[in-house]
């Protein structure tokens, strides 16, 4: 299984950016799916993830800025992020927890990461 991300960058303080990960590969189901983020010199941490029933949960630090979506058809995980503050800087990651065609255990992947820059 492999994840491809896209999206990121340099934006302003208050702007918006958006980030998909589509996933593909040996894939039954798609357990949950979501993003991660890794500051400089902190650990990693989740920021929102959608779980194949379609809840979801956000970080604290981004309720009511952020918005994750899921298209089941195209495997695909789409992170709306607005109100952008200096502090959403990190490397964000995607993830996902899949069962493969033949397993019946799920597994967790992880995509390369990609850069969100908030500039003040």
């Known amino acids: 299984v492999q994840l491809q991300a896209s999206g990121g960058g340099l934006v302003q303080v208050g702007g918006s950016l958006g980030l998909s990960c589509a996933a593909s590969?040996?894939?039954?189901?798609?357990?949950?799916m979501g993003w991660y983020r890794q500051a400089p010199g902190k650990q990693r941490e989740l920021v929102a993830t959608?779980?194949?029933?379609?809840?979801?949960d956000y970080a604290d630090s981004v309720k009511g800025r952020f918005s994750i979506s899921r298209d089941n058809a195209k495997n695909t995980v789409y992170l709306q992020m607005n109100s952008l503050k200096p502090e959403d800087t990190a490397v964000y990651y995607c993830n996902a927890l899949v069962v493969s065609v033949g397993w019946d255990v799920e597994y967790n992947f992880w995509g390369q990461g990609t850069f969100v820059t908030v500039s003040s």
């Open positions: 959608t779980h194949i029933g379609g809840s979801t």
């Open positions: 590969g040996n894939i039954f189901a798609i357990n949950a």
